[in-house]
């Protein structure tokens, strides 16, 4: 167990629809992390968050939304959902010191159909 | 935005024997670490090893080693004695070290396959 907690594990759901991601992090940590893992696109950045703010954003689309809450865990959006949204969604978080990197989740596998 | 290069799409290692994976990196940030990560096909992302661009010795954390040549930006990974339990897709990957958040740069991986 890394510490990170992501649910659900597994997520199938049809075009059109909205979905929510949640992570919580690690105890501690302050900065969440999403990223995407897709066959064609790789491992992408999406959004990072830093104590419920907004801190850096990569690749992501205007369908997906995040946000950080006061007890520190994430949700992601994902709106209008398309098939190439199908991916592996992870969620990471890091600490203020100490190991410069971070710790990722198990993920949660989305099947858009 | 910083490139990481994974030249072997996918490797093929007898049980107990050692293998490279290579990794090229390409970035302007003056302080940044390089690591590793394994994912099984479970899918999770296990940390492998970390690397700080000033580290002057070369990190190692049991049977991984990362052989680190910071003039020609390459950051290899070397599996001892390999497992059956070492298949699995390895990533490398950047973190510069900035103030505007810290994103991770993933090269593409490399798939493994340790054979009996």
């Known amino acids: 167990d890394s510490g990170v907690t992501q649910t659900p594990k597994h997520l199938i759901t049809a075009t059109g629809q909205r979905v929510t991601l949640r992570c919580s992090p690690r105890?501690?940590?302050?900065?969440v992390y999403w990223y995407q893992q897709s066959l064609d696109q790789g491992l992408q950045f999406l959004i990072q968050?830093?104590?419920?703010?907004?801190?850096a954003k990569g690749n992501i689309l205007e369908r997906f939304s995040a946000q950080q809450f006061p007890d520190l865990h994430s949700e992601l959006n994902l709106s209008s959902l398309e098939l190439g949204d199908s991916a592996l969604y992870f969620c990471?978080?890091?600490?203020?010191?100490?190991?410069?990197?971070?710790?990722f989740g198990s993920g949660t596998r989305l099947t858009v159909v | 935005a910083q490139k990481i290069t994974q030249t072997q799409p996918g490797m093929f290692v007898q049980e107990k024997e050692a293998v490279t994976l290579d990794c090229t990196y390409d970035?302007?940030?003056?302080?940044?670490?390089l690591f590793w990560y394994k994912q099984p096909s479970s899918g999770e992302m296990i940390f492998l090893i970390y690397?700080?661009?000033?580290?002057?010795q070369n990190a190692t954390e049991g049977r991984y080693s990362l052989n680190f040549q910071k003039a020609r930006k390459s950051a290899n990974l070397v599996i001892s004695a390999s497992q059956l339990g070492d298949s699995a897709m390895y990533f490398c990957?950047?973190?510069?070290?900035?103030?505007?958040?810290?994103?991770?740069?993933f090269g593409t991986g490399t798939s493994l396959t340790v054979i009996p």
């Open positions: 970035t302007s940030d003056p302080s940044y670490g």
């Open positions: 968050y830093y104590n419920g703010e907004e801190r």
């Open positions: 990471a978080s890091s600490g203020s010191t100490g190991f410069h990197g971070y710790t």
């Open positions: 105890s501690g940590d302050l900065s």
């Open positions: 990957a950047t973190l510069p070290f900035g103030d505007t958040g810290n994103q991770f740069y």
């Open positions: 690397q700080g661009s000033y580290d002057q």
